[in-house]
């Protein structure tokens, strides 16, 4: 069946370092792939997200591109922030059908 | 703005009442809803897919007769936890899937907290 399996937080860095959170999928198809962001206390919004293979989503600084060789989708920032603390899920969608299998999400922490 | 809306974003009840979450989207029609539970520090898991006006489908596991969906708009779909107790006490969220004019994509709600005391 289809998977995400997303490294294991918390992930701690010091403001302006640079991020890398890993996701990897399991899926038939081509599925769409998905980044979303967990802040304190609040829903999901979605931070980026790519259809098909070798698409670069982007969004707020973070980037992930969409590597069906390696069947990977790892999130990256070049220099987080305090704001960026929060928890991170990578998401797939396969099929015609809008339902999302999530990663088990990583807790980012940014110190000052 | 909020796509999607959710009421009430946090509620307290008694051990062996029921209580019900709203899910609204606004400003556009959503076919398909979601609807999650997410316990402390852990992912959303998927508790049931809602569609306007049939039945909902229920994960493996999740009891439907417990956790009642109805889906009666295109703008609605409603979650009812009826005879809850503490261990159902957790994060819900609900997801539409419908045509925005950001786009075609999920759009989720800001999610409900319940205690169940």
């Known amino acids: 069946g289809n998977s995400v399996t997303q490294m294991e937080g918390p992930v701690t860095l010091s403001e302006e370092a640079f991020l890398t959170i890993n996701c990897t999928y399991t899926a038939t198809g081509y599925p769409s792939l998905f980044w979303y962001v967990q802040y304190p206390g609040e829903g999901l919004q979605l931070l980026l997200k790519?259809?098909?293979?070798?698409d670069k989503g982007s969004n707020k600084g973070f980037e992930a591109t969409y590597r069906k060789e390696t069947t990977s989708f790892h999130l990256e920032k070049g220099s987080v922030q305090v704001s960026d603390s929060a928890v991170y899920f990578c998401a797939l969608k396969s099929g015609g059908y809008n339902k999302l299998i999530f990663g088990a999400g990583t807790r980012l922490a940014v110190h000052p | 703005g909020a796509v999607v809306s959710q009421h009430p974003s946090r509620v307290i009840c008694k051990s062996g009442t029921s209580v019900k979450i709203e899910c609204r989207s606004l400003?556009?029609?959503?076919?398909?809803m979601f609807w999650y539970r997410q316990f402390p520090k852990q992912s959303l898991m998927l508790m049931a897919t809602?569609?306007?006006?049939?039945?909902?489908?229920?994960e493996q596991g999740v009891e439907k007769d417990k956790f009642l969906i109805n889906h009666a708009s295109l703008t609605l779909s409603t979650l009812t936890v009826t005879s809850a107790h503490p261990e159902d006490s957790s994060f819900y969220i609900c997801?539409?899937?419908?045509?925005?004019?950001?786009?075609?994509?999920?759009?989720f709600g800001e999610g409900s907290w319940l205690t169940v005391v």
């Open positions: 400003d556009f029609q959503a076919t398909t």
């Open positions: 809602s569609n306007e006006g049939s039945k909902a489908t229920y």
């Open positions: 790519a259809t098909k293979a070798d």
């Open positions: 997801s539409a899937d419908g045509q925005h004019n950001s786009g075609n994509t999920i759009y």
